[in-house]
């Protein structure tokens, strides 16, 4: 094809921090089949844990998880790190006060629950 060559989309390294394990293992499978490379975590200590050992590109984190942590408290404590994931909210929380909250702990985004594929891949673009 004389040097023409079709632009891949470029593979994220994605975490999902969710503790609905068919919820986040259905989302995985969609993300994968995109060409993504995703992990999951079921809970806030979890996800940190993970954090401190893999460098994400995205964190697709809800808020509402068990435990002492919630999605806020993930979000507040990447936003210190020098590398930090792109954070994405997503969460069935659609209220104005909790937009604000999510940016206010430090989320670039907020995606409500139920989100369409194209949405969060959308998402996915915005954090390039």
Not at 50 to 75: F, H, M, N, T, W
Not at 77 to 92: C, D, E, M, N, W
Not at 99 to 104: T, V
């Amino acid at each position: 094809m004389d040097g023409l060559q079709i632009a891949r989309p470029t593979s994220l390294c994605i975490l999902i921090v969710e503790d609905e394990l068919d919820n986040a293992l259905a989302l995985q499978f969609l993300l994968q089949t995109h060409g993504h490379a995703v992990d999951i975590a079921t809970d806030a200590e979890m996800a940190l844990c993970k954090c401190r050992s893999v460098r994400y590109d995205v964190l697709l984190c809800d808020i509402e998880l068990p435990g002492q942590l919630d999605g806020y408290d993930v979000a507040r404590t990447l936003r210190k790190q020098s590398h930090r994931p792109y954070l994405i909210a997503y969460s069935g929380y659609s209220r104005p006060q909790h937009l604000a909250d999510s940016h206010e702990a430090g989320f670039d985004e907020h995606i409500v629950k139920p989100a369409g594929l194209s949405q969060i891949l959308a998402a996915l673009q915005r954090c390039r």
